[in-house]
């Protein structure tokens, strides 16, 4: 009878003790599952970033504009792209260099987010840059560039009533005061 218990109670420490190895052993595959998922997004986010600033630099506004996603292109055809990127471009100058600030994904079965954030360096100032993207099939598009640097104010602030706009717009949100560009 002892035997039997002390029998039954060791294999059930064992079965535990395995069961605990097994649970710890899926929780670091899933873990590592994560891991390299998020990575690998974060390494093809920044590629296809970089790709877009190198057009930017050389200021080949018809390629960056072919690569941009079709939400952006909704909001914006080439000329308007063209438009504002060569504002950027004229008070920015070529990018420098950069770290990256923040990167943040979100992916669903249907497509995905991705916020990435640089502190950069142009040749005309520093400045935040913050570009948006989103993933439909499987490519990672860029859909969002926003510029925040104090390089930008010239284009930025109304010529009229001085309101600094947040974005580049044609006319001042404040006065309706044509912009300068
Ligand atoms: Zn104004």
């Not at 996603?69 to 471009?89: M, R, V």
């Not at 920015?92 to 979100?106: D, E, H, I, P």
């Not at 570009?131 to 009229?160: D, F, N, Q």
Request: with cysteine; aromatic share 12%.
């Amino acid at each position: 009878m002892a035997d039997d218990n002390t029998g039954r109670s060791s294999s059930g420490v064992r079965w535990l003790f395995i069961g605990g190895t097994g649970l710890f052993v899926l929780v670091l595959l899933c873990g590592g599952g994560l891991y390299w998922f998020y990575t690998s997004s974060q390494a093809e986010v920044e590629q296809v970033v970089n790709a877009f600033q190198t057009q930017l630099d050389a200021e080949n506004y018809a390629a960056a504009y072919q690569a941009i996603g079709p939400e952006w292109k909704l909001i914006n055809s080439q000329a308007d792209f063209t438009e504002l990127e060569s504002t950027i471009f004229s008070q920015l100058g070529k990018l420098q260099s950069k770290t990256m600030f923040s990167f943040n994904v979100n992916e669903a079965t249907s497509g995905g987010t991705a916020y990435i954030i640089y502190n950069c360096t142009f040749e005309k100032g520093q400045g935040q840059v913050k570009y948006s993207l989103t993933s439909s099939t499987g490519t990672w598009r860029i859909v969002g560039h926003h510029v925040e640097s104090p390089a930008m104010i010239k284009v930025l602030a109304c010529p009229s009533c001085g309101e600094v706009m947040s974005d580049l717009v044609k006319f001042c949100s404040e006065c309706g005061t044509k912009m300068n560009r």
